[in-house]
Nanobody, 116 residues
Framework: QVQLVESGGGLVQAGGSLRLSCSASGIIFKIYTMAWYRQAPGKQRDLVASIGVESMTDYVDSVKGRYTISRDNAKNTVYLQMNSLKPEDTAVYYC??????????WGQGTQVTVDS
């Protein structure tokens, strides 16, 4: 059974930092592209950052220079370091694991709230 379990969300003041973690089980973690998405109330779920099997990263423009995605294949874990947080970063953050077009898995989400 595949499980992606996020942690690290919470309430933070604007300008603060949070580090999200996503621990995976039931998959061969090192061959999956990992990503973080977020969904604000009333909005669609959008890609925030991704990291490939060779650790190549990509970010949406709004978080470039503030967020860093990384992975530890030995721990089957992907991280999202979020700095200089803004109120508009408030959302539920979801971990995603994807292998080509055939396999895709989601975590349950973790709430991030940035207070102005």
């Amino acid at each position: 059974q595949v499980q992606l379990v996020e942690s690290g969300g919470g309430l933070v003041q604007a300008g603060g930092s949070l580090r999200l973690s996503c621990s995976a089980s039931g998959i061969i973690f090192k061959i999956y592209t990992m990503a973080w998405y977020r969904q604000a109330p009333g909005k669609q779920r959008d890609l925030v950052a991704s990291i490939g099997v060779e650790s190549m990263t990509d970010y949406v423009d709004s978080v470039k220079g503030r967020y860093t995605i990384s992975r530890d294949n030995a721990k089957n874990t992907v991280y999202l370091q979020m700095n200089s947080l803004k109120p508009e970063d408030t959302a539920v953050y979801y971990c995603n694991a994807r292998l080509g077009r055939a396999f895709e898995h989601w975590g349950q989400g973790t709430q991030v709230t940035v207070d102005s």
